[in-house]
């Protein structure tokens, strides 16, 4: 129903779920998302998150992330944590509790 309609017109929300489908049309290896739930409601933001984690492992993409919300991180399979654009730190399997440790320990080095 929203297929008319100009970007401007349409929900954060939305326009995210386009710039993400724009981005897989074309099934790249990597996708780069930057922030990719900053600004949306939670459900959005699962639904944009469900969408990303679909790629990965329906077509086997590769998705690098950046997010400062330790709920996001934590689905991913390996995190890493830059300070000083450095890698400092490195996560696998956590769950947003480390996340959230880690990323407090890392703001005070």
């Not at 934590?74 to 830059?82: G, S, T, V």
Request: aromatic residues 2%; charged residues 25%.
């Amino acid at each position: 129903d929203r297929l008319t309609h100009r970007p401007s017109e349409l929900s954060g929300g939305q326009q995210q779920r386009v710039a993400i489908a724009r981005a897989l049309i074309s099934r790249p290896t990597v996708m780069f998302a930057d922030e990719p739930t900053g600004n949306l409601d939670s459900a959005t933001s699962a639904e944009i998150l469900a969408l990303l984690d679909d790629s990965v492992k329906t077509y086997g993409q590769t998705t690098i992330m950046v997010t400062h919300d330790a709920n996001v991180a934590a689905i991913a399979d390996r995190i890493l944590f830059l300070a000083d654009g450095r890698i400092v730190r490195e996560l696998t399997e956590a769950d947003a509790h480390q996340v959230l440790t880690t990323m407090e320990e890392v703001s005070r080095t």
